[in-house]
Nanobody, 115 residues
């Protein structure tokens, strides 16, 4: 069974850092893309960053220079390094893993940034 599990969320003060992890399992097809999304209370889910199978990365403007996405050598794990966190970064962060026949969402990990 395909599964994606995020971890690493928590409470941090503004200006602090967190590193989120995303582990995919049970996926027999080549993983083409791993994306990080977030959803703040009362808002729609939005893309934060993504990384392709060739390690190409994409960031939305509001995290450029602060967040960094990477994958491990085995390529079933992705990370989101978040620096200089701001209260507006508070959200549930989700990982989405895309392969040639669909995509799989994790259940998310909560990030809370206090001012």
């Amino acid at each position: 069974q395909e599964e994606v599990v995020e971890s690493g969320g928590g409470l941090v003060q503004a200006g602090g850092s967190l590193r989120l992890s995303c582990v995919a399992s049970g996926i027999i097809f080549k993983i083409l893309r791993m994306g990080w999304y977030r959803q703040a209370p009362g808002k729609q889910r939005e893309l934060v960053a993504s990384i392709s199978s060739t390690s190409g990365t994409n960031y939305v403007d509001f995290v450029k220079g602060r967040f960094s996405v990477s994958r491990d050598g085995g390529e079933n794990t992705a990370y989101l390094q978040m620096n200089n966190l701001k209260p507006e970064d508070t959200a549930v962060y989700y990982c989405n893993v895309g392969h040639g026949f669909g995509n799989v969402w994790g259940k998310g990990t909560l990030v809370t940034v206090s001012s």
